[in-house]
């Protein structure tokens, strides 16, 4: 057995739904269960969402936005300067750029601001609005940003400036009060799609002032729409479609360097390209200094300069790796030592120095580890506050648990899943205090179980390259619309081994019923070691095409493995020391001896460990039942190995059978070696064994331990006495049978038991165990007997 890292959910499919896909769309079944898993469950939703037009809606359809425009296209005309806030991280910075282009292009005088993470924090501010009015700002946009700006669109109103909020976070109950909010959110908005990131806003809002849809505006607006994980649906799914293929062909000398110095080949980009390289590199600078940088990146037309900036970014992200690795390593062990998860439910935790612009990757890294809301919070003694960010679980509303603590909250904002905030130090115990009260009602045991969803249970002989070719159409993938992913149930091992310089990765091959599939796992190499190779496996993942030396295979990136029934592992006949340490998992680890004079092949530090079994009562009342055990020595019967196992459910047996010598290589004499041997005695009289024993025994091409056996057998029959040596036959022995002899029945047994137990091969000793297992070793045995 094998345990699943996560609990793993199958959606369920309308099978009829999807079949009618199949018939209308011309589709494959996988494709038609995974849009109908998607709630693209009518012919022309799916149509539409597989080979539809890429329309975008009216950007007028946005309350504030003609209100927005007008004023904008005055202030271009009078040439007012206008200043764009925005937010440092990806979307943020995107959002800038977005609008930045757009005014540029249509002459207006234009200047960017984007806030410090640690002087200023999250969101507009008294002191910028201020300074905006001191150097003569008419004109105030902000992205990405604003719907929260409650005082700081009071104070813009004092100063006289016009504030115009495009965002996208979630609003509060109480709006600012702006010239114009272009929000999707809004409580009365009426626009079809509510999802736009705050790049997706801002590119609305450039729709509407170019007067057409500004396409090649398309390859930095996927930047903020993927980054910001906002669900890929809508006109969200055309920002994205659109744009990976505008940044495969970017004139942009900004991208186009930053992509060159991540090594990216630019026809090789897809969704996971801003995920993984632009949007951390992009993140990096605002994390760590000022986020200006990646916004001149993208605005700038200078060769030499473009190259400089993206150096810059590369390394700033690599600083930012190290200090995140650095600080989840500390918040973890804060967690085990001072908050730990047996009594928290939600996780707010925080430290003096903690690097402000990067505690959000850490809230993500401690819910992957420990699955629970996170908050962790950067202390600042000197000013009395803690700054922070926080990540959710499915079933607890971040945004709205955090809502219910207002009061001591002046500064919070964001989304189910993740949110940021600021408070008073002496606040953070009550907020631990208050949030874990809310997930005591909230999050039963179950909820706190890592879940992943999976798209459907696939055969493999389902999987082929024109199916996985057609899964393309449902690309590019994100919130909502994520990379498919399978379940493969319970099918053989081909081969399986440990693969990359540190044997830190999984190769595997499996098949059923004819067909095979090759699978990958990186980071899953010591797994090999937890799988015995007779097994039948479950795998989870994603299905992809293998491209190599012209030759494309289907093949699986293994996210998640289990075994459901228990496994046997072999290692009868080692020669070398019993490794028991390195070889069964601590995790509820019995370990069984039969006789206890091998004891001492035990580790000393395992010897607490270890349980002595030498009768059927100490077998029976034995509790394996989920357990890791190791059978060290050969049992002396095969009634005490049933008694251990019979009914009972191990995890794991792993079978070592130590014996110090085997009964299966030497001689059992036949009844005609008795025979022989009786009639020796009866010719020569009394033989002294000490002194012609091994004589005789070389004689007849036996070994001197068959000449004790026999003798020993001759005196349980009372055939024979031995006396210092001599062995005499008796007169007027009664004729016994062999098996008489206690002896001769042991010997039988254990050459048997060795035969069945040490010298069959694996699958021999696997069935037995079945048999055993299932408790129908001795109802077999039981109607045999009575036939």
Known sequence: MLKSKTKWIVRNSDHNLAQMLVNELKITPLVASLLVNRGLDTVDSARYFLFGKDEFHDPFLLKGMEAAVNRIREAIERQEPILIFGDYDADGV?????????????????????????????GPNEPAFRHAAETGIKLLI??????????????????????????????????????????????????????????????KLAHALYGSVPEHLLEIAVIGTIADLVSLKGENRIIAKKGLEKLKTTKNIGLRAILKVAGVDLMSINEETIGFTLAPRINAVGRLEDADLAVQLLLTEDPEEAQALAEEMDALNKTRQEIVNTITSEAIEEVEKNFPIETNKVLVIGKEGWNAGVIGIVASRLVEKFYRPTIV??????????????????????????????????HFGGHPMAAGMTLKLEDVAELRHRLNLLAEEQLSEANLIPITQLDEEIRLEDISLSSLDELSLLAPFGMDNPKPKVLIDNVAITSMRKIGSEQNHLKLLVKEEGASLDGVGFGLGPLVDQISPASKISLIGELSINEWNNIRKPQIFIQDVAVHSWQLFDFRGQKRAIQIQNNVPAENRKIIIFNKEHLEIIKPELRSETILIQNLDEAKVFDGYQANIALVDFPPSKDLLKGLFAGKEPA????????????????????????????????????????????????????????????????????????????TLKTGAQKRDLTDSQTYQTKQAQYALERELLFSSFQELKGWFDQVIQGSVESEEAIEEWI
Not at 102 to 119: E, K
Not at 381 to 407: H, Q, V
Not at 680 to 708: F, M, N, Q, V, Y
């Open 94 to 122: 995107s959002s800038t750029s977005v609008l930045m282009i757009t005014l540029r292009d249509l002459g207006a005088n234009v200047q960017f601001y984007i806030p410090n993470r640690f002087t200023e924090g999250y």
């Open 652 to 727: 794991r047996i792993y079978a070592y059978f130590y014996k110090k010598e085997s009964d299966y290589f030497s001689t059992i004499p036949t009844r005609d070696h008795f025979k022989w041997f009786y009639a020796l005695l009866l010719k020569k009289g009394p033989i002294d064994l000490k002194l012609h024993g091994e004589t005789i025994a070389k004689h007849r091409g036996w070994s001197h331990e068959t000449i004790k056996f026999m003798s020993k057998v001759f005196s349980e029959l009372d055939f024979v006495t031995i006396n210092n040596g001599f062995i």
């Open 377 to 410: 919070l950067n202390f600042d003694p000197e000013k009395g506050i803690a700054k922070g960010s926080a990540r959710s679980i499915l079933g607890y509303d971040l945004f709205k648990n955090l809502s219910t603590c207002r009061e001591i909250l002046p």
């Open 142 to 203: 902000t992205v990405d940003t604003g719907i929260a700006a409650v005082h700081e669109a009071a104070v813009a109103k004092e100063l006289g400036l016009d504030l115009i909020i495009t965002d996208h976070h979630e609003p509060g109950p109480v709006l600012p009060e702006a010239l114009a909010i272009i929000h999707p959110k809004l409580p009365d908005s009426t626009y079809p799609f509510r999802e736009l990131a705050g790049v997706g806003v801002a590119f």
